[in-house]
C-alpha cells in the first residue's frame, strides 16, 4: 500500500468528515512532489502509522455523537483512545468540529466553497484560512450563540463570515489570522519579550483596521441591531507545537489580555467611529475554552 492509498483509508474509515469538507485538499497536497510537508497530509501519514490495519473496516469509529459530547473537553487530550489505540487527536477534534458544523451551521459548507491552489504556499494559506473558518464557528457554538449561519462570502459584497443571534442582538463575526506568529514561533530565540510584545500589539492593531470597516458597513447596511466580533486566529488551532498551546508568540495569555484590553479601549476612545465592536478574540491553540476574549464571554 502506497502514501496515497495509506491516507485514503484513514481519511475513509476514521476521518469522514475530514474527507468530505478537506478531500480535495488533501488530493492537491499529494499532487505535489513533496506532499509530505503538507500540513493535512502530513498529519495524516502520522496517523497512519499509528492505527491498527486497516483491514476490518467500519469497526472502530461511530460516527453519531451529541452536544453533550461535543462540549465535552476530555477529548482535548494528546491523543483519543477508542477499542484500543488512538486516534491522531488534531484530527479527531477537527473531525467533531466539522461534524458537528454540518449537522448545525446553515451555511457550513460556504467555508469550502474555494479550495483550489497551485503551488504548495498557496494550499498552506488556504488550508489555514479554513481551518480559522472552522475555529470561529466553535467559537460561537459554544459560547452559546444560536442560529449560526455561514455567509456566502463569493456572493455577499459585504464579505463577513458568519452572523449569529443572541437574546435582543444579532453579532457578526470576520475570521482572519495574525500575521507575524507563524515565523515568531519557528525562530524564537530572534526576539525577546520586548519585540513580540511590539509585533503582536501591531498585528492585533492591523487587524482591526484592517477589518472593522467590514463589520461596521453590515451593521450599518442590516435592519436590527447588529455588533461586531474580530476572531484572530493563530493558526494553532487544530495542530501545532504543544509546547506553545495556550500562548502567543510565545507570551502568556496575561499579557495577551492586557494587549487587547489597551487595543479596545484606545478605540472605543474615539467615539462612534468603533461603536459597532463589541469582542475581541484570539485563539491560543486547539482548546478554543483557552482563547483570549475582550471583553470576555462566558463559555458553556
Known sequence: MDKKEAIELVLEEYFPQINKYLGK???????LNDYANGLLVSHLLKANLKLPSLEKKGDYLENDYNDEEFYDEDYL?????????KLDSGLYYLNKTLDYGD???E???????NTSGKKPQELEKLTFAILTQVKAY?????????NITKVDRWKNELKVDFVAYKPRKYFILIATQLYSGKYIEEHPYEYDDSSKTRLLTNDISYAVEQKYPQIAKYCQTNIGEHVGILFLSTSRDYFGNKQLENS???????????????????????GDKY???NHLVVTTGRNIRKAVIYPSIKMR
Not at 502567543?248 to 474615539?270: D, H, M, P, S, W
Open 248 to 270: 502567543v508568540y510565545g507570551l502568556n495569555t496575561n499579557k495577551l489580555n492586557t494587549i487587547l484590553n489597551k487595543e479596545f479601549v484606545r478605540r472605543q476612545q474615539e
Open 275 to 277: 461603536r459597532f465592536l
Open 77 to 85: 487530550d494528546e491523543v483519543y483512545s477508542s477499542k484500543g489505540f
Open 107 to 113: 451555511g457550513f459548507d460556504y467555508i469550502f466553497k
Open 103 to 105: 449537522q448545525n451551521c
Open 138 to 146: 466553535e467559537f460561537l457554538s459554544k459560547v452559546g450563540f444560536e
Open 25 to 31: 485538499l488533501v488530493e492537491q497536497e499529494l499532487e
